[in-house]
């Protein structure tokens, strides 16, 4: 049985029929900075990813922390106190905004969600949330009602309502927290999974205000824009401080699932913190830690956020020349290296997709708006492998039918 027919016998046929249409017939072996080695010896330029892997695969610093780490400590025996976790907790603490002093950890974007949602009940008393449309916050039971397009999908049902608001409709956010029955009100920056959909920040300070106004606590779920993707420290926390912080994904450093709630402890209150309901068996470990606090280190650099900067305009650039013209693509956008180009159809996006992995070039679509590519390279790639990688993703293009020519009276 080869490795492809394997695989679907273990996860499912749908995906080993995914790597089929894309020649990905061997499995994934070795990975270093931009580039993923297959056991054939075949390499790929990864573009995707999910947003973990801003630092590149096996960042040189990174691991050398974890390959100490594991010769001391792995996980936690949660009796004492873990000199590491405290660490990466103070790290965090020193880069979020005035006041969000106090930090609980979680191993993934989506417990960390649902941690703020227990946070946030347990604080204000009350059992309803809002989110914004388009917005994307996790698989898990509770996260999947924040996320619009995905609420209809879980099968737990929530004991009150979720409201979706558009960011710019003021006055029906200010009429659903009015009437004081919301704990939280949670927003993406950035709306990745919706389409790569930046969020403006003066939308953000107004709903804040909102929030305050009517002791709604305003949560920032920074698991995609924050610790450098957009090109600074977090998208909007520092410019739109909220109550709660959430982060994840490149908190992990590319190596293991670590995730965090950055929070106002005096804002909160006590019982948010009750640590019954935010225990964990695996969060807060050693290794996790001493990851975390490199990290933070890592991409607060002022070098490392300037070529964010820099190769995410040099990137949409290049695409938009290549592709703007086009009528197949309508958009390119986004902001430091988190880039969407926003297709005509899903359908051109998924045929990009499987030409650009036939040529060597691995990217995705977003989830809850697959018209939409999701290009995220990693921040330690080089000038000459990005151009490489958007040009064949400029190619794979050319594999995709033209549009139809509207027909003249």
């Given at each position: 049985?080869?490795?492809?027919?394997?695989?679907?016998?273990?996860?499912?046929?749908?995906?080993?029929?995914?790597?089929?249409?894309?020649?990905?017939?061997?499995a994934?072996?070795?990975?270093?900075?931009?580039?993923?080695?297959?056991?054939?010896?075949?390499?790929?330029?990864?573009?995707g990813?999910?947003?973990?892997?801003?630092?590149?695969?096996?960042?040189?610093?990174?691991?050398?922390?974890a390959?100490?780490?594991?010769?001391?400590?792995?996980?936690?025996?949660?009796?004492?106190?873990?000199a590491?976790?405290?660490?990466?907790?103070?790290?965090?603490?020193?880069v979020?905004?005035?006041?969000?002093?106090?930090?609980?950890?979680?191993?993934?974007?989506?417990?960390?969600?649902?941690?703020?949602?227990?946070?946030?009940?347990?604080?204000?008393?009350?059992?309803?949330?809002?989110?914004?449309?388009?917005?994307?916050?996790?698989?898990?039971?509770?996260a999947?009602?924040?996320?619009?397009?995905?609420?209809?999908?879980?099968?737990?049902?929530?004991?009150?309502?979720?409201?979706?608001?558009?960011?710019?409709?003021?006055?029906?956010?200010?009429?659903?927290?009015?009437?004081?029955?919301?704990?939280?009100l949670?927003?993406?920056?950035?709306?990745?999974?919706?389409?790569?959909?930046?969020?403006?920040?003066?939308?953000?300070a107004?709903?804040?205000?909102?929030?305050r106004?009517?002791?709604?606590?305003?949560?920032?779920d920074?698991?995609?824009?924050?610790?450098?993707?957009?090109?600074?420290?977090?998208?909007s926390?520092?410019?739109?401080?909220?109550?709660?912080?959430?982060?994840?994904?490149?908190?992990?450093?590319?190596?293991?699932?670590?995730?965090?709630?950055?929070?106002?402890?005096?804002?909160?209150?006590?019982?948010?913190?009750?640590?019954?309901?935010?225990?964990?068996?695996?969060?807060?470990?050693?290794?996790?830690?001493?990851?975390?606090?490199?990290?933070?280190?890592?991409?607060?650099?002022?070098?490392?956020?300037?070529?964010?900067?820099?190769?995410?305009?040099?990137?949409?650039?290049?695409?938009?020349?290549?592709?703007?013209?086009?009528p197949?693509?309508?958009?390119?956008?986004?902001?430091?290296?988190?880039?969407?180009?926003?297709?005509?159809?899903?359908?051109?996006?998924?045929?990009?997709?499987?030409?650009?992995?036939k040529?060597?070039?691995?990217?995705?679509?977003?989830?809850?708006?697959?018209?939409?590519?999701?290009?995220?390279?990693?921040?330690?790639?080089?000038?000459?492998?990005?151009?490489?990688?958007?040009?064949?993703?400029?190619?794979?293009?050319?594999?995709?039918p033209?549009?139809?020519?509207?027909?003249?009276?």
């Amino acid at each position: 049985m080869g490795f492809v027919e394997r695989y679907g016998a273990a996860f499912g046929r749908s995906k080993a029929m995914l790597l089929r249409m894309s020649g990905l017939l061997a499995a994934e072996q070795e990975a270093e900075g931009a580039w993923i080695s297959d056991t054939e010896g075949r390499r790929w330029l990864d573009f995707g990813s999910f947003g973990v892997h801003l630092a590149g695969h096996r960042h040189p610093r990174i691991t050398a922390a974890a390959r100490d780490q594991l010769g001391r400590m792995g996980l936690s025996g949660k009796i004492l106190g873990n000199a590491e976790a405290t660490r990466c907790a103070e790290a965090l603490i020193g880069v979020a905004p005035p006041g969000l002093d106090q930090v609980a950890f979680a191993n993934t974007g989506a417990e960390a969600v649902e941690m703020a949602m227990k946070m946030a009940a347990l604080s204000t008393g009350r059992a309803e949330f809002a989110a914004l449309r388009g917005s994307y916050h996790g698989k898990t039971a509770g996260a999947l009602h924040l996320s619009d397009t995905y609420a209809v999908r879980s099968p737990v049902p929530l004991a009150a309502p979720v409201h979706f608001l558009d960011p710019g409709d003021l006055d029906r956010a200010r009429r659903v927290l009015a009437r004081g029955t919301v704990a939280a009100l949670f927003a993406e920056p950035v709306r990745g999974e919706g389409g790569v959909l930046p969020v403006e920040q003066t939308h953000l300070a107004a709903l804040r205000e909102i929030c305050r106004e009517t002791g709604t606590l305003f949560v920032l779920d920074e698991i995609q824009t924050g610790l450098g993707r957009c090109g600074r420290i977090w998208r909007s926390a520092l410019a739109v401080p909220p109550d709660l912080l959430l982060v994840g994904k490149v908190l992990g450093g590319g190596l293991l699932p670590v995730a965090a709630v950055v929070h106002s402890g005096t804002r909160l209150g006590g019982a948010a913190g009750d640590p019954v309901v935010l225990a964990s068996s695996f969060a807060g470990g050693a290794l996790a830690g001493r990851v975390g606090a490199e990290v933070v280190d890592l991409v607060r650099q002022d070098t490392f956020l300037d070529d964010v900067t820099r190769l995410g305009a040099a990137a949409r650039q290049r695409l938009d020349a290549a592709l703007g013209a086009d009528p197949r693509i309508r958009e390119v956008r986004g902001e430091g290296l988190m880039i969407g180009v926003e297709t005509a159809s899903p359908g051109i996006a998924g045929q990009i997709v499987l030409e650009a992995a036939k040529q060597g070039v691995l990217v995705s679509f977003c989830l809850s708006a697959p018209q939409v590519l999701r290009i995220y390279p990693p921040a330690v790639i080089g000038r000459g492998d990005l151009d490489r990688g958007l040009d064949t993703i400029a190619a794979a293009l050319t594999a995709v039918p033209e549009l139809p020519v509207p027909a003249t009276t």
